[in-house]
Protein backbone atom coordinates (compact mmCIF):
# COMPACT_ATOMS: atom_id res chain seq x y z
CA UNK A 1 0.00 0.00 0.00
CA UNK A 2 2.81 2.23 0.90
CA UNK A 3 6.50 2.42 -0.31
CA UNK A 4 9.47 4.07 0.36
CA UNK A 5 12.15 3.88 -1.91
CA UNK A 6 15.53 5.30 -0.99
CA UNK A 7 13.78 8.30 0.32
CA UNK A 8 15.88 11.37 1.28
CA UNK A 9 14.74 14.79 2.45
CA UNK A 10 16.37 17.86 2.80
CA UNK A 11 15.09 21.45 3.82
CA UNK A 12 16.81 24.47 2.59
CA UNK A 13 19.62 25.57 4.86
CA UNK A 14 19.22 22.52 7.21
CA UNK A 15 22.60 21.66 8.54
CA UNK A 16 21.48 18.06 7.85
CA UNK A 17 18.73 15.88 6.03
CA UNK A 18 15.52 15.16 7.44
CA UNK A 19 15.76 11.86 6.22
CA UNK A 20 17.98 10.02 4.60
CA UNK A 21 17.79 6.45 2.63
CA UNK A 22 14.59 5.61 4.04
CA UNK A 23 13.26 2.38 2.72
CA UNK A 24 9.51 1.16 4.13
CA UNK A 25 6.89 -1.04 2.94
CA UNK A 26 3.57 -0.77 4.75
CA UNK A 27 0.81 -3.44 4.62
CA UNK A 28 -2.90 -2.86 3.44
CA UNK A 29 -4.73 -2.97 6.79
CA UNK A 30 -2.12 -2.10 9.05
CA UNK A 31 -1.70 0.31 12.10
CA UNK A 32 1.54 1.70 11.78
CA UNK A 33 2.53 4.06 14.71
CA UNK A 34 5.42 6.48 14.07
CA UNK A 35 7.56 7.56 17.16
CA UNK A 36 10.72 9.51 17.91
CA UNK A 37 11.42 12.41 19.82
CA UNK A 38 10.88 15.71 19.29
CA UNK A 39 12.14 17.49 15.51
CA UNK A 40 13.53 14.17 14.62
CA UNK A 41 10.61 14.47 11.80
CA UNK A 42 7.86 12.99 12.18
CA UNK A 43 5.35 15.05 10.79
CA UNK A 44 7.85 15.19 7.36
CA UNK A 45 7.75 12.11 7.10
CA UNK A 46 3.50 12.04 7.21
CA UNK A 47 3.43 14.86 5.01
CA UNK A 48 5.47 12.85 2.35
CA UNK A 49 2.41 10.71 1.91
CA UNK A 50 -0.20 12.94 0.75
CA UNK A 51 2.79 15.49 -1.01
CA UNK A 52 2.15 18.51 1.51
CA UNK A 53 6.01 17.89 1.70
CA UNK A 54 7.42 18.61 -0.76
CA UNK A 55 4.84 20.21 -2.44
CA UNK A 56 3.84 22.93 0.35
CA UNK A 57 7.04 22.67 2.69
CA UNK A 58 9.51 22.88 0.02
CA UNK A 59 13.01 20.97 0.04
CA UNK A 60 14.82 18.90 -2.12
CA UNK A 61 13.01 15.01 -2.04
CA UNK A 62 15.05 12.28 -3.47
CA UNK A 63 14.00 8.42 -3.90
CA UNK A 64 10.38 7.75 -4.31
CA UNK A 65 7.21 7.47 -2.29
CA UNK A 66 4.16 5.56 -3.93
CA UNK A 67 0.74 5.22 -1.89
CA UNK A 68 -1.72 2.93 -3.70
CA UNK A 69 0.48 2.98 -6.82
CA UNK A 70 0.84 7.03 -6.83
CA UNK A 71 4.15 8.74 -6.91
CA UNK A 72 3.15 11.60 -3.86
CA UNK A 73 5.84 13.72 -5.39
CA UNK A 74 4.47 14.60 -8.59
CA UNK A 75 0.98 14.43 -7.90
CA UNK A 76 -0.63 17.44 -6.27
CA UNK A 77 -1.60 16.37 -2.47
CA UNK A 78 -5.73 17.82 -3.80
CA UNK A 79 -5.21 14.58 -6.50
CA UNK A 80 -3.96 12.51 -3.68
CA UNK A 81 -7.15 13.22 -1.37
CA UNK A 82 -9.29 10.53 -2.58
CA UNK A 83 -6.47 7.83 -1.59
CA UNK A 84 -5.16 9.88 1.26
CA UNK A 85 -6.94 11.33 4.39
CA UNK A 86 -4.95 14.00 6.71
CA UNK A 87 -5.86 15.01 10.19
CA UNK A 88 -3.79 16.85 11.55
CA UNK A 89 -2.02 18.32 15.48
CA UNK A 90 -5.40 20.49 16.49
CA UNK A 91 -8.21 19.27 14.43
CA UNK A 92 -10.24 22.48 14.91
CA UNK A 93 -7.75 24.53 12.34
CA UNK A 94 -8.81 22.34 10.17
CA UNK A 95 -12.44 22.89 10.22
CA UNK A 96 -13.74 25.00 7.28
CA UNK A 97 -17.78 25.12 8.28
CA UNK A 98 -19.88 25.78 11.23
CA UNK A 99 -21.57 22.53 11.97
CA UNK A 100 -20.63 18.78 11.78
CA UNK A 101 -23.14 17.73 8.85
CA UNK A 102 -21.34 20.40 7.02
CA UNK A 103 -18.36 19.69 8.20
CA UNK A 104 -18.81 15.98 6.93
CA UNK A 105 -20.07 16.92 3.32
CA UNK A 106 -17.49 19.61 2.84
CA UNK A 107 -14.39 17.31 1.35
CA UNK A 108 -17.25 15.16 -0.49
CA UNK A 109 -18.18 18.96 -2.38
CA UNK A 110 -15.12 19.35 -3.18
CA UNK A 111 -14.37 16.18 -5.14
CA UNK A 112 -17.73 16.68 -6.93
CA UNK A 113 -19.21 13.45 -5.34
CA UNK A 114 -22.99 12.86 -6.48
CA UNK A 115 -25.16 14.48 -3.85
CA UNK A 116 -27.19 10.71 -2.96
CA UNK A 117 -23.89 9.62 -2.36
CA UNK A 118 -23.02 12.49 -0.26
CA UNK A 119 -26.13 11.87 1.65
CA UNK A 120 -25.03 8.07 2.23
CA UNK A 121 -21.98 8.70 3.15
CA UNK A 122 -22.77 11.74 5.70
CA UNK A 123 -25.27 8.81 7.65
CA UNK A 124 -22.73 6.06 6.92
CA UNK A 125 -20.05 8.16 8.92
CA UNK A 126 -22.30 9.36 11.97
CA UNK A 127 -22.93 5.49 12.48
CA UNK A 128 -19.58 4.68 12.15
CA UNK A 129 -18.60 6.79 14.28
CA UNK A 130 -20.85 7.34 16.96
CA UNK A 131 -21.64 10.91 16.29
CA UNK A 132 -25.21 11.05 14.54
CA UNK A 133 -26.34 12.74 17.77
CA UNK A 134 -24.10 15.64 17.30
CA UNK A 135 -24.73 16.37 13.47
CA UNK A 136 -26.27 19.69 13.99
CA UNK A 137 -23.88 21.14 16.49
CA UNK A 138 -21.28 23.75 16.30
CA UNK A 139 -17.83 22.29 15.86
CA UNK A 140 -16.78 25.02 18.25
CA UNK A 141 -18.97 23.41 20.74
CA UNK A 142 -17.98 20.05 20.97
CA UNK A 143 -15.12 18.40 23.16
CA UNK A 144 -12.23 17.35 22.37
CA UNK A 145 -12.47 14.24 21.29
CA UNK A 146 -15.44 14.66 19.57
CA UNK A 147 -13.84 17.40 17.66
CA UNK A 148 -11.36 14.50 16.68
CA UNK A 149 -13.76 11.98 15.40
CA UNK A 150 -15.40 14.52 13.16
CA UNK A 151 -12.61 15.55 12.01
CA UNK A 152 -11.31 11.66 11.26
CA UNK A 153 -15.04 11.65 9.48
CA UNK A 154 -14.50 14.44 7.58
CA UNK A 155 -11.21 12.49 6.21
CA UNK A 156 -13.07 9.34 5.95
CA UNK A 157 -16.15 10.71 3.33
CA UNK A 158 -13.79 10.52 0.67
CA UNK A 159 -13.08 7.00 1.34
CA UNK A 160 -9.46 6.86 1.44
CA UNK A 161 -7.39 3.72 1.49
CA UNK A 162 -4.77 5.28 4.07
CA UNK A 163 -5.64 7.35 7.03
CA UNK A 164 -2.84 10.08 8.79
CA UNK A 165 -3.06 10.95 11.95
CA UNK A 166 -0.68 13.32 13.67
CA UNK A 167 -0.67 13.02 17.50
CA UNK A 168 -4.95 12.22 17.67
CA UNK A 169 -4.85 12.34 21.29
CA UNK A 170 -2.17 14.71 22.28
CA UNK A 171 -5.40 17.49 23.59
CA UNK A 172 -7.52 14.45 24.82
CA UNK A 173 -8.44 13.44 28.41
CA UNK A 174 -7.41 9.79 28.62
CA UNK A 175 -11.63 8.64 28.28
CA UNK A 176 -11.54 10.59 24.87
CA UNK A 177 -8.34 9.51 23.41
CA UNK A 178 -9.70 6.14 24.10
CA UNK A 179 -12.67 7.34 22.64
CA UNK A 180 -10.75 7.82 19.54
CA UNK A 181 -8.12 5.33 19.62
CA UNK A 182 -11.01 2.72 19.17
CA UNK A 183 -12.52 4.35 16.65
CA UNK A 184 -9.04 4.05 14.95
CA UNK A 185 -8.64 0.70 15.48
CA UNK A 186 -12.09 -0.02 13.92
CA UNK A 187 -11.17 1.00 10.88
CA UNK A 188 -8.10 -0.75 10.62
CA UNK A 189 -10.41 -4.02 11.74
CA UNK A 190 -13.22 -3.81 10.14
CA UNK A 191 -12.75 -1.70 6.96
CA UNK A 192 -9.31 -2.65 6.38
CA UNK A 193 -7.93 1.01 6.32
CA UNK A 194 -4.17 1.41 6.62
CA UNK A 195 -3.21 3.97 9.32
CA UNK A 196 -0.12 5.68 9.93
CA UNK A 197 -0.03 7.25 13.24
CA UNK A 198 2.32 9.48 15.02
CA UNK A 199 1.64 10.03 18.90
CA UNK A 200 4.61 11.08 21.58
CA UNK A 201 2.37 9.34 24.66
CA UNK A 202 3.14 5.74 23.59
CA UNK A 203 1.38 4.17 26.70
CA UNK A 204 -2.04 5.28 24.82
CA UNK A 205 -1.46 3.72 21.63
CA UNK A 206 1.73 1.17 21.40
CA UNK A 207 -0.68 -1.99 22.18
CA UNK A 208 -2.72 -1.12 19.21
CA UNK A 209 0.19 -0.93 16.64
CA UNK A 210 1.35 -3.66 14.44
CA UNK A 211 4.67 -2.47 13.86
CA UNK A 212 6.38 0.97 14.76
CA UNK A 213 8.87 3.37 12.60
CA UNK A 214 11.20 4.95 15.22
CA UNK A 215 12.86 7.99 14.27
CA UNK A 216 16.32 7.88 16.03
CA UNK A 217 16.67 11.95 14.76
CA UNK A 218 19.99 10.77 12.30
CA UNK A 219 17.38 10.80 9.06
CA UNK A 220 17.36 6.85 9.80
CA UNK A 221 14.19 4.94 10.39
CA UNK A 222 13.74 1.79 12.01
CA UNK A 223 11.17 -0.36 11.79
CA UNK A 224 9.86 -3.59 12.94
CA UNK A 225 7.51 -5.74 15.76
CA UNK A 226 6.45 -2.83 18.61
CA UNK A 227 8.20 -5.25 21.33
CA UNK A 228 11.84 -5.27 19.32
CA UNK A 229 11.42 -1.95 18.74
CA UNK A 230 10.61 -0.33 21.67
CA UNK A 231 13.20 -3.26 23.20
CA UNK A 232 16.41 -1.10 22.01
CA UNK A 233 14.76 2.82 21.51
CA UNK A 234 15.32 5.35 23.71
CA UNK A 235 12.01 6.51 24.28
CA UNK A 236 9.35 4.25 25.78
CA UNK A 237 6.15 3.71 27.77
CA UNK A 238 6.16 3.11 31.72
CA UNK A 239 5.04 -0.16 30.67
CA UNK A 240 8.22 -0.94 28.83
CA UNK A 241 10.25 0.49 30.94
CA UNK A 242 9.27 -1.51 34.11
CA UNK A 243 9.37 -4.88 31.94
CA UNK A 244 12.67 -3.97 31.66
CA UNK A 245 13.15 -3.03 35.31
CA UNK A 246 11.77 -6.13 35.96
CA UNK A 247 13.84 -8.29 33.53
CA UNK A 248 11.00 -9.76 32.03
CA UNK A 249 11.04 -11.22 28.27
CA UNK A 250 9.20 -10.68 26.23
CA UNK A 251 8.43 -6.93 26.81
CA UNK A 252 4.89 -6.60 27.73
CA UNK A 253 3.02 -4.34 25.36
CA UNK A 254 -0.60 -3.32 27.51
CA UNK A 255 -1.79 -3.10 30.93
CA UNK A 256 -3.32 -6.75 30.83
CA UNK A 257 -0.16 -8.04 29.83
CA UNK A 258 1.75 -6.78 32.63
CA UNK A 259 -0.60 -7.44 35.05
CA UNK A 260 -0.55 -11.73 33.92
CA UNK A 261 3.14 -11.16 34.98
CA UNK A 262 3.69 -8.74 37.47
CA UNK A 263 2.02 -10.98 40.85
CA UNK A 264 5.43 -11.86 41.74
CA UNK A 265 6.39 -8.24 41.76
CA UNK A 266 3.58 -6.88 43.48
CA UNK A 267 4.42 -9.60 46.47
CA UNK A 268 7.42 -8.41 46.39
CA UNK A 269 7.16 -4.09 46.22
CA UNK A 270 3.84 -4.61 48.94
CA UNK A 271 6.78 -4.80 51.87
CA UNK A 272 9.35 -2.62 50.49
CA UNK A 273 7.51 -0.10 48.78
CA UNK A 274 6.75 0.78 52.58
CA UNK A 275 10.36 1.10 53.88
CA UNK A 276 11.25 3.21 50.14
CA UNK A 277 8.58 5.26 49.59
CA UNK A 278 9.72 8.95 49.85
CA UNK A 279 7.26 11.15 52.66
CA UNK A 280 4.91 13.12 50.98
CA UNK A 281 5.90 16.61 51.19
CA UNK A 282 4.05 19.12 54.08
CA UNK A 283 3.69 22.26 53.09
CA UNK A 284 1.77 23.56 55.98
CA UNK A 285 4.05 25.72 57.05
CA UNK A 286 4.89 27.28 53.62
CA UNK A 287 4.13 30.80 52.97
CA UNK A 288 0.46 31.30 51.08
CA UNK A 289 1.21 32.81 47.90
CA UNK A 290 -2.31 32.44 45.84
CA UNK A 291 -5.55 32.33 47.77
CA UNK A 292 -8.71 32.21 45.70
CA UNK A 293 -12.16 32.09 47.19
CA UNK A 294 -15.40 31.08 45.74
CA UNK A 295 -13.68 31.51 42.01
CA UNK A 296 -17.10 31.56 39.27
CA UNK A 297 -16.79 32.13 35.89
CA UNK A 298 -19.05 32.30 33.18
CA UNK A 299 -19.24 32.02 29.62
CA UNK A 300 -22.53 33.10 28.51
CA UNK A 301 -24.80 30.87 29.91
CA UNK A 302 -22.36 28.58 30.39
CA UNK A 303 -21.09 28.19 34.09
CA UNK A 304 -17.48 27.17 33.48
CA UNK A 305 -16.17 27.37 37.13
CA UNK A 306 -18.73 27.17 40.06
CA UNK A 307 -17.28 28.49 43.40
CA UNK A 308 -13.76 26.77 43.35
CA UNK A 309 -11.72 27.87 46.14
CA UNK A 310 -7.58 27.27 45.69
CA UNK A 311 -4.68 28.02 48.20
CA UNK A 312 -1.43 27.34 46.44
CA UNK A 313 1.76 27.14 48.99
CA UNK A 314 5.25 28.23 48.02
CA UNK A 315 6.73 24.95 47.03
CA UNK A 316 3.74 23.06 45.34
CA UNK A 317 3.18 21.56 42.21
CA UNK A 318 -0.32 20.82 41.67
CA UNK A 319 -2.37 19.11 38.66
CA UNK A 320 -5.08 20.15 37.89
CA UNK A 321 -7.26 17.77 36.13
CA UNK A 322 -10.34 16.59 34.39
CA UNK A 323 -12.23 15.85 31.50
CA UNK A 324 -12.30 17.94 28.47
CA UNK A 325 -14.87 20.76 29.19
CA UNK A 326 -14.87 20.32 32.92
CA UNK A 327 -13.55 24.31 33.49
CA UNK A 328 -9.57 23.87 33.68
CA UNK A 329 -8.55 26.45 31.36
CA UNK A 330 -11.19 28.75 32.43
CA UNK A 331 -10.14 28.79 35.77
CA UNK A 332 -6.10 28.90 34.80
CA UNK A 333 -7.34 32.14 33.43
CA UNK A 334 -9.37 33.17 36.34
CA UNK A 335 -6.30 32.87 38.21
CA UNK A 336 -4.32 34.84 36.12
CA UNK A 337 -6.25 37.69 36.20
CA UNK A 338 -6.68 37.60 32.24
CA UNK A 339 -10.88 35.93 32.37
CA UNK A 340 -13.58 38.14 33.73
CA UNK A 341 -14.79 36.68 36.85
CA UNK A 342 -18.34 36.26 37.88
CA UNK A 343 -17.82 36.49 41.43
CA UNK A 344 -15.27 35.44 43.98
CA UNK A 345 -12.10 36.81 45.43
CA UNK A 346 -8.30 36.31 44.35
CA UNK A 347 -5.25 37.46 46.54
CA UNK A 348 -1.86 36.67 45.71
CA UNK A 349 1.17 37.68 47.48
CA UNK A 350 3.89 39.64 46.72
CA UNK A 351 7.62 39.89 46.71
CA UNK A 352 7.33 42.69 49.06
CA UNK A 353 4.46 41.04 51.05
CA UNK A 354 5.19 38.81 54.31
CA UNK A 355 5.34 35.20 53.58
CA UNK A 356 6.00 36.25 49.62
CA UNK A 357 8.67 34.91 47.48
CA UNK A 358 12.09 36.94 47.24
CA UNK A 359 13.33 38.08 44.13
CA UNK A 360 16.04 35.34 44.09
CA UNK A 361 13.77 32.68 44.05
CA UNK A 362 13.61 32.05 47.87
CA UNK A 363 10.34 32.45 50.49
CA UNK A 364 10.48 35.96 52.12
CA UNK A 365 9.73 33.53 55.37
CA UNK A 366 7.52 34.27 58.27
CA UNK A 367 4.39 36.52 58.53
CA UNK A 368 1.11 35.04 58.10
CA UNK A 369 0.91 31.21 56.56
CA UNK A 370 -2.43 30.90 56.23
CA UNK A 371 -3.18 34.03 53.65
CA UNK A 372 -1.74 35.77 51.52
CA UNK A 373 -1.36 38.56 53.65
CA UNK A 374 -2.13 41.97 52.44
CA UNK A 375 -1.71 40.49 48.33
CA UNK A 376 -2.92 41.68 45.37
CA UNK A 377 -5.51 40.97 42.64
CA UNK A 378 -4.08 40.38 39.24
CA UNK A 379 -6.79 42.16 37.75
CA UNK A 380 -5.60 45.27 39.27
CA UNK A 381 -2.28 45.34 37.68
CA UNK A 382 -0.96 46.13 34.72
CA UNK A 383 -0.03 42.90 32.74
CA UNK A 384 3.45 43.29 33.19
CA UNK A 385 3.26 43.73 36.78
CA UNK A 386 0.66 40.57 36.99
CA UNK A 387 2.59 38.38 35.01
CA UNK A 388 6.01 38.50 37.43
CA UNK A 389 3.48 37.41 39.92
CA UNK A 390 1.15 34.57 37.97
CA UNK A 391 2.67 33.55 34.34
CA UNK A 392 0.56 31.67 31.92
CA UNK A 393 1.52 29.06 29.24
CA UNK A 394 -1.78 29.02 27.24
CA UNK A 395 -2.85 25.84 25.26
CA UNK A 396 -1.83 27.52 22.01
CA UNK A 397 1.93 28.95 23.06
CA UNK A 398 1.92 30.49 19.62
CA UNK A 399 -0.18 33.62 20.47
CA UNK A 400 2.91 34.27 23.10
CA UNK A 401 5.41 34.46 20.04
CA UNK A 402 5.69 37.55 17.45
CA UNK A 403 9.38 37.77 16.75
CA UNK A 404 11.32 36.67 13.52
CA UNK A 405 13.70 34.48 15.13
CA UNK A 406 14.20 32.02 17.79
CA UNK A 407 17.10 33.87 19.62
CA UNK A 408 14.96 37.04 19.29
CA UNK A 409 12.50 35.67 21.59
CA UNK A 410 14.84 34.34 23.67
CA UNK A 411 16.71 37.36 24.22
CA UNK A 412 13.88 39.58 24.61
CA UNK A 413 12.58 37.08 27.27
CA UNK A 414 16.10 37.42 29.23
CA UNK A 415 15.53 41.25 28.84
CA UNK A 416 12.27 41.50 30.09
CA UNK A 417 13.29 38.62 33.08
CA UNK A 418 16.31 41.08 34.19
CA UNK A 419 14.04 43.96 34.18
CA UNK A 420 11.61 42.16 36.08
CA UNK A 421 14.40 41.11 38.92
CA UNK A 422 15.57 44.57 39.54
CA UNK A 423 18.64 44.66 37.00
CA UNK A 424 17.42 48.19 35.34
CA UNK A 425 17.64 46.81 31.64
CA UNK A 426 15.48 45.52 29.49
CA UNK A 427 11.74 46.74 29.11
CA UNK A 428 8.35 45.28 27.91
CA UNK A 429 8.01 42.64 24.87
CA UNK A 430 7.58 44.24 21.93
CA UNK A 431 8.38 43.37 18.06
CA UNK A 432 10.81 45.84 17.95
CA UNK A 433 13.04 45.18 20.67
CA UNK A 434 15.30 41.72 21.17
CA UNK A 435 17.25 41.82 17.78
CA UNK A 436 21.36 41.07 18.53
CA UNK A 437 21.39 41.57 22.00
CA UNK A 438 23.70 39.82 24.18
CA UNK A 439 21.11 37.59 27.04
CA UNK A 440 21.64 38.72 30.36
CA UNK A 441 21.53 35.97 33.20
CA UNK A 442 18.81 35.81 35.10
CA UNK A 443 19.10 33.70 38.55
CA UNK A 444 21.86 31.83 36.78
CA UNK A 445 20.27 30.58 33.23
CA UNK A 446 18.93 32.12 30.66
CA UNK A 447 15.87 31.63 28.79
CA UNK A 448 18.31 29.46 26.15
CA UNK A 449 20.02 27.70 28.84
CA UNK A 450 16.13 26.58 29.60
CA UNK A 451 15.22 25.77 26.22
CA UNK A 452 18.22 23.45 25.67
CA UNK A 453 17.05 21.49 29.06
CA UNK A 454 13.23 21.36 27.52
CA UNK A 455 13.92 20.86 23.39
CA UNK A 456 17.96 20.58 23.20
CA UNK A 457 19.42 21.42 19.30
CA UNK A 458 16.40 23.78 17.98
CA UNK A 459 17.76 26.04 15.14
CA UNK A 460 18.56 29.59 17.14
CA UNK A 461 17.77 31.39 13.38
CA UNK A 462 14.83 29.57 12.86
CA UNK A 463 11.12 30.83 12.52
CA UNK A 464 9.17 30.72 15.70
CA UNK A 465 6.41 29.67 13.23
CA UNK A 466 8.46 26.63 11.61
CA UNK A 467 9.32 24.56 14.59
CA UNK A 468 7.50 21.86 15.32
CA UNK A 469 4.09 22.16 17.57
CA UNK A 470 6.66 20.80 20.94
CA UNK A 471 9.23 22.84 20.03
CA UNK A 472 6.94 25.35 19.93
CA UNK A 473 5.85 24.59 23.36
CA UNK A 474 9.43 24.48 25.07
CA UNK A 475 10.04 27.92 23.60
CA UNK A 476 7.58 29.55 24.96
CA UNK A 477 7.81 27.14 28.18
CA UNK A 478 11.70 28.71 28.53
CA UNK A 479 10.23 32.05 27.99
CA UNK A 480 7.89 32.03 30.36
CA UNK A 481 9.91 30.15 33.15
CA UNK A 482 12.90 32.61 32.83
CA UNK A 483 11.30 35.55 34.47
CA UNK A 484 10.96 33.36 37.12
CA UNK A 485 7.08 34.48 38.22
CA UNK A 486 5.84 33.62 41.97
CA UNK A 487 2.94 31.53 40.69
CA UNK A 488 3.36 29.39 37.95
CA UNK A 489 0.11 28.21 35.83
CA UNK A 490 0.96 25.77 32.37
CA UNK A 491 -2.10 24.54 30.92
CA UNK A 492 -1.36 21.13 28.95
CA UNK A 493 2.13 21.70 29.02
CA UNK A 494 3.58 18.50 27.56
CA UNK A 495 1.04 18.46 24.74
CA UNK A 496 3.59 18.01 21.99
CA UNK A 497 6.52 16.87 24.02
CA UNK A 498 8.68 13.37 24.12
CA UNK A 499 9.39 11.41 27.15
CA UNK A 500 12.98 13.04 27.46
CA UNK A 501 11.27 16.87 27.14
CA UNK A 502 8.87 16.11 29.80
CA UNK A 503 11.15 14.99 31.86
CA UNK A 504 13.52 18.07 31.98
CA UNK A 505 10.34 19.43 32.56
CA UNK A 506 9.47 17.75 35.46
CA UNK A 507 12.76 18.54 36.59
CA UNK A 508 12.58 22.38 35.72
CA UNK A 509 9.31 22.76 37.81
CA UNK A 510 10.81 20.88 40.38
CA UNK A 511 13.73 23.45 40.90
CA UNK A 512 11.63 25.86 40.92
CA UNK A 513 9.32 24.87 43.45
CA UNK A 514 12.52 24.25 45.67
CA UNK A 515 12.83 27.60 45.24
CA UNK A 516 9.40 28.90 46.66
CA UNK A 517 7.24 29.02 43.70
CA UNK A 518 3.90 27.68 43.53
CA UNK A 519 3.05 25.43 40.01
CA UNK A 520 -0.35 24.83 38.99
CA UNK A 521 -0.51 22.22 35.80
CA UNK A 522 -3.52 21.61 34.15
CA UNK A 523 -3.03 18.11 32.05
CA UNK A 524 -4.47 15.33 30.30
CA UNK A 525 -0.99 13.34 31.24
CA UNK A 526 -1.43 10.89 33.59
CA UNK A 527 2.02 10.07 33.54
CA UNK A 528 3.60 13.74 33.95
CA UNK A 529 0.94 14.05 36.96
CA UNK A 530 2.20 11.26 38.83
CA UNK A 531 5.99 12.12 37.90
CA UNK A 532 5.78 15.78 38.76
CA UNK A 533 2.96 16.80 40.94
CA UNK A 534 2.32 15.87 44.42
CA UNK A 535 -1.37 17.28 44.84
CA UNK A 536 -4.13 16.41 42.67
CA UNK A 537 -7.24 18.58 41.62
CA UNK A 538 -10.20 17.00 39.92
CA UNK A 539 -12.91 18.99 38.04
CA UNK A 540 -16.08 18.13 36.42
CA UNK A 541 -18.71 21.26 35.34
CA UNK A 542 -16.39 23.78 36.88
CA UNK A 543 -16.56 22.24 40.67
CA UNK A 544 -13.86 20.65 42.15
CA UNK A 545 -15.32 17.04 42.66
CA UNK A 546 -11.44 15.50 44.33
CA UNK A 547 -8.80 16.54 46.04
CA UNK A 548 -5.86 15.40 47.73
CA UNK A 549 -2.24 13.84 47.20
CA UNK A 550 -1.18 12.65 44.05
CA UNK A 551 -0.66 9.00 45.11
CA UNK A 552 -4.33 8.82 46.95
CA UNK A 553 -6.12 10.59 44.17
CA UNK A 554 -4.40 9.02 40.73
CA UNK A 555 -5.08 5.39 42.23
CA UNK A 556 -8.11 5.94 42.96
CA UNK A 557 -9.45 6.75 39.63
CA UNK A 558 -9.39 3.83 37.06
CA UNK A 559 -9.25 7.09 33.94
CA UNK A 560 -7.11 8.93 35.60
CA UNK A 561 -4.32 6.29 37.43
CA UNK A 562 -0.67 6.02 35.85
CA UNK A 563 0.40 2.58 34.06
CA UNK A 564 2.68 1.69 36.48
CA UNK A 565 -0.55 1.99 39.30
CA UNK A 566 -2.95 -0.18 37.04
CA UNK A 567 -0.31 -2.65 36.78
CA UNK A 568 0.42 -2.77 40.53
CA UNK A 569 -2.53 -2.40 42.09
CA UNK A 570 -3.72 -2.80 44.85
CA UNK A 571 0.11 -1.50 46.05
CA UNK A 572 0.17 2.14 45.51
CA UNK A 573 2.92 3.15 43.22
CA UNK A 574 2.80 5.60 40.39
CA UNK A 575 6.06 5.41 38.69
CA UNK A 576 9.02 2.99 37.33
CA UNK A 577 11.71 5.25 39.57
CA UNK A 578 9.53 3.86 43.14
CA UNK A 579 9.62 0.30 41.58
CA UNK A 580 13.23 0.45 40.96
CA UNK A 581 14.36 2.60 44.12
CA UNK A 582 12.27 -0.22 45.85
CA UNK A 583 13.98 -3.20 43.83
CA UNK A 584 17.31 -1.77 44.69
CA UNK A 585 16.28 -1.72 48.75
CA UNK A 586 17.51 -4.97 49.97
CA UNK A 587 20.82 -4.88 48.11
CA UNK A 588 21.56 -1.51 49.89
CA UNK A 589 20.79 -2.83 52.99
CA UNK A 590 23.12 -5.77 52.52
CA UNK A 591 25.63 -3.42 51.80
CA UNK A 592 25.16 -1.68 55.09
Not at 511 to 530: Q, S
Request: hydrophobic share 40%.
Amino acid sequence: MIEFDRVGLTYPEAPAPVLTDVRLHIEEGELCLVIGHTGTGKSSLLGTLNGLVPHFTGGSLTGRVTVAGRDTARTRPRDLADVVGVVGQDPVAGFVTDTVEEELAYTMEQLAVPPQAMRTRVEQTLDLLGIADLRRRSLLALSGGQQQRVAIGAALTARPEVLVLDEPTSALDPVGAEEVLATVTRLVHDLGITVVLAEHRLERVVQYADRIIHLPGDGTVACGEPGEVLATAGLAPPVIELGRAAGWDPLPLSVRDARRRAAPLRERLSTTMVRTRAPEPKNADSPTLLDATRLRVRHGRIHAVRDVDLRLRAGEIVALMGRNGSGKSSLLWALAGAARRAGGRLRVARPEDDGGVSGDGGTAGGGNRESCGPGVDPVQLPPDRARRLVALVPQTPTDLLYLDTVDQELCQADLDAAAGNGSGEGGARGPSTGRGLRPARVLGETAGDLLERLVPGIDRNAHPRDLSAGQQLGLVLAIQLCGRPQVLLLDEPTRGLDYRAKTALAVVLTDLAARGHAIVVATHDVEFAATACRRVLVLAEGEVVAEGPARTVLTASPAFAPQVAKILAPVQCLTVREVVQALDEPATGARR
